[in-house]
């Protein structure tokens, strides 16, 4: 299984540069959104997958020798997620007011920073 | 006495809230944010002298024992950048009193000013390193908003560029924590020191410290990645960019300092840094030379700044980490104040653009002393804290027998001098150009206390300040210097970090 989200994860990885590396703005704040699903895929698949088990247990399946998910990493995982859906929202908010200001939505023509 | 530590993310925290309160009512919301950073720099202060006396502080979140909760800690390090965090917010938040339109107040500016402080606080005293990630998101999406405060055509520009790099720039930092997870099972600093130090770096590890130093070097805008800081500096408000100078980009060269001499401290990644950081100077600094504008030229001072606080990180000696600290404190106040001082020139002048601005030496001498201070101590002239700051990092270097980092040391500083002459010969000593000033670049005259070259006292009293600092820490470096130094003993010898998070009971 980790072999083949690894696989996944490079896929998304190379997706999402190559999207970045395009000219449109929407297709940069896409490529952003696939390498945030990159990033988030591999840090939930980097300790390892544990297949049907609980994150939490009580004290006393504890003790009794059952094997346990990594909650740490779920709990990561969700923090990423939430982070990346406040900031993607953020990036399609500048974007449409990129849009707006420049009246262009290629990259290469964006050029008024010097003042 | 522990929940000392938690004040410097607290103290933002409430201010932020109640301005947002507060935001529509401008008085109301100047003051609360004026007194709130006010607050934050008595606290750092206060908390600075405990740790000074008392040795690590650490304070563990909702009393979840480490390494499974996340501690706060306060070292020397730790508390030397919240002080200067304190003495930055305080200087900005004056500054911008007047120099911030009041559109943009209406818009929320001193909510979003503290959620960054708080961000920044969080990020130095997190002993946890997903926590430093959750802290640099919260300042980074502050400094989104703040960047594009104003919606200007150039500040939208300007962030996008921002925008993305940094988010790539996360991305990395997560990739690189993920894995490091992944193979060593733990993310709390002190823990992540202790399990690496008895058992070799496997492939793994090297990686994420890869993947680390790519993301704080973007963060820090070291040599291949700073492309993004001098196109995106000089666009934002004033104040909003003398912030950042002062203090976003030495986040990154603290979380370097941290991860690369407590957690990894392996050579080869020590000498990349040193490489990084002899090319960092070079071309921060040549980039310099050639530009015409004032926040320009100085945004790319920034860059060739950040190379000497990583020559001393690459060099790794007690000495060097003294001087790398020391450093990275003087050049975010130098670096602050000459940021304000371009700000009030472009208030009475319009333009920041070094063409169109001259002769200021005849109508502001008092202003040009304010500049002529800080430029010097930026290249490292006796007795100003530059000079002490780039001794101790020479003398680090002739030690430790690097002496072509030295050399390049050496070179760049003339080269600062002779690009703050730049300054000085045209926007002071040059003819002086009559530029039109539109009504909306100049700050509307209102009813304010006024002081030495017809200047707002709120002007003044930042300029005073950081100059005073700046000054202060040239002559007297005794004080400080030591407390850096305690900061280097704590950094090179990790078991009393560890001790102090791991072992300390509840």
């Known amino acids: 299984m980790e072999s083949l989200l690894a696989i996944v994860i490079g896929g998304l990885f190379t997706a999402g540069f190559y999207s970045m590396l395009r000219r449109s703005m929407v297709k940069l704040v896409i490529g952003l959104m696939l390498l945030s699903h990159a990033t988030n895929l591999l840090i939930f698949t980097a300790p390892g997958l544990t297949r049907g088990k609980p994150p939490l247990m009580k004290e006393e399946e504890i003790a009794s020798g059952l094997s346990y998910a990594d909650p740490l990493t779920q709990a990561h995982t969700l923090a990423v997620i939430v982070i990346s859906f406040g900031i993607i929202a953020f990036t399609m908010v500048l974007l449409l007011r990129a849009y707006r200001t420049c009246k262009t939505s290629d990259t290469d023509k964006m050029k008024g920073t010097a003042l | ?506």
């Open chain 2, 1 to 506: 006495m522990k929940s000392l530590v938690i004040l410097p993310i607290i103290i933002p925290l409430v201010t932020a809230s109640l301005t947002l309160l507060f935001r529509r009512f401008q008085r109301m919301q100047k003051g609360l944010g004026l007194a709130g950073s006010i607050a934050l720099f008595a606290a750092s202060l206060v908390l600075a002298m405990n740790v000074y006396e008392k040795g690590i502080i650490v304070h563990h979140v909702g009393n979840w024992p480490a390494p499974y909760g996340i501690p706060l800690v306060a070292d020397a390090l730790a508390s030397i950048m919240i002080i200067l965090t304190g003495l930055i917010g305080v200087s900005v938040a004056t500054f911008s009193l007047k120099d911030i339109r009041s559109g943009e107040f209406q818009f929320g500016f001193m909510p979003l000013f503290h959620m960054l402080l708080m961000g920044v606080c969080g990020a130095f005293l997190t002993g946890d390193l997903f926590n430093l990630y959750v802290w640099f998101e919260v300042l980074l999406i502050a400094s989104f908003v703040l960047m594009t405060l104003g919606g200007r055509r150039p500040q939208i520009e300007g962030s996008l560029k921002y925008v993305t790099i940094n988010l790539l720039a996360s991305m990395f930092l997560l990739c690189g924590v993920g894995i490091l997870y992944g193979k060593v099972g733990t993310l709390n600093l002190a823990d992540l020191s202790h399990k690496l130090s008895i058992s070799p770096h496997s492939q793994l590890v090297t990686s994420s410290a890869m993947l680390l130093l790519v993301a704080f070097s973007i963060k820090s805008a070291a040599f291949p990645f700073f492309f993004w800081l001098p196109d995106s500096y000089h666009t934002p408000a004033f104040s909003v960019s003398a912030l950042f100078a002062g203090l976003l980009t030495k986040v990154g060269v603290y979380a370097m300092i941290r991860t690369f001499i407590l957690i990894y401290r392996d050579d080869i990644s020590l000498l990349i840094i040193l490489v990084i950081a002899g090319l960092t100077m070079v071309i921060g600094v040549f980039g310099a030379v050639i530009q015409k504008e004032i926040r320009r030229l100085l945004s790319f001072h920034i860059i060739s700044q950040i190379g000497y606080s990583l020559m001393g990180l690459g060099i790794a000696s007690r000495l060097s980490l003294t001087a790398a600290i020391f450093f990275t404190f003087h050049v975010a106040v130098a670096k602050a104040a000459l940021f304000l001082v371009a700000a009030t020139i472009g208030h009475e002048k319009g333009s920041t653009a070094l063409e169109k601005v001259g002769g200021l030496y005849q109508t502001h001498p008092w202003l040009s002393l304010f500049f002529v201070l800080p430029a010097l101590s930026l290249a490292g002239l006796p007795p100003l804290s530059g000079f002490a700051a780039k001794l101790a990092l020479i003398q680090a270097g002739l030690k430790g027998h690097h002496s072509l980092i030295v050399f390049i040391a050496l070179f760049v500083s003339i080269l600062t001098l002779y690009s703050m002459a730049k300054i000085w010969t045209m926007a002071f000593w040059g003819p002086e150009q009559n530029v039109q000033i539109t009504r909306s670049e100049k700050v509307r005259p209102q009813k304010s206390v006024q002081l030495f070259d017809g200047l707002s006292i709120s002007f003044w009293i930042p300029l005073v300040l950081l100059t005073a600092v700046t000054l202060g820490i040239g002559i007297f470096a005794e004080p400080l210097l030591q407390f850096c130094q305690q900061a280097a003993d704590t950094l090179l010898q990790p078991a009393i970090y560890n001790q102090a998070v791991l072992t300390e009971a509840r």
